[in-house]
């Protein structure tokens, strides 16, 4: 069993200021000894923080952090078998009145192709999608 970290948590750790570290053992005091891993969508959107970032100090806060980050976990690629299981759930969902976020489908239709859960503080988006397994930090 695995465990994606959504950009919600990784993000919330960059701005409080802690190290990677203590936010895998934050993850790991809650989610227990599961691996941890980015989605490959994830990665974008941290890196779509860097360069949106308003000062030089924080995007190259922000570029450590994610090189830290990298080195620590494995990032799980966006397949073939992710789209179209992400445009099953789209179509799902959508036919029954529910729009999720674009990158937040990709994620978690990435994580359910892997039987992984999902840690998020953004609950809301991520318990629309059936068969979903979250944590929250």
């Keep these: 069993m695995g465990l994606i970290l959504d950009s919600s948590i ?3 750790a960059e701005r409080r200021g802690d190290t990677v570290a203590q936010l895998l053992r934050q993850v790991a005091s809650v989610a227990g000894d599961q691996q ?11 890196v ?6 308003q000062t030089t ?14 080195t620590d976990l494995e990032v799980v690629p966006y397949t073939k078998a992710t789209a179209l ?5 789209d179509g799902e ?8 976020p674009s ?11 892997c039987g992984y859960s999902v840690a998020t503080t ?3 988006h991520f318990q629309l999608i059936p068969g979903l397994k979250l944590v929250t930090l």
Aim: aromatic letters at 4%; glycine letters at 4%.
């Design 85 to 89: 299981l992400a445009g099953k759930l």
């Design 36 to 46: 941890a891993a980015l989605s490959a969508v994830g990665l974008t959107e941290l």
């Design 93 to 100: 969902q959508r036919a029954q009145g529910v729009t999720i």
């Design 103 to 113: 990158m937040d489908l990709l994620i978690r239709a990435t994580a359910l192709e």
């Design 10 to 12: 990784v993000i919330a």
């Design 122 to 124: 953004n609950v809301r």
């Design 48 to 53: 779509h923080a860097v360069y949106r970032a």
């Design 57 to 70: 100090a924080i995007r190259l806060r922000r570029e450590s952090f994610i090189a830290d980050l990298l």
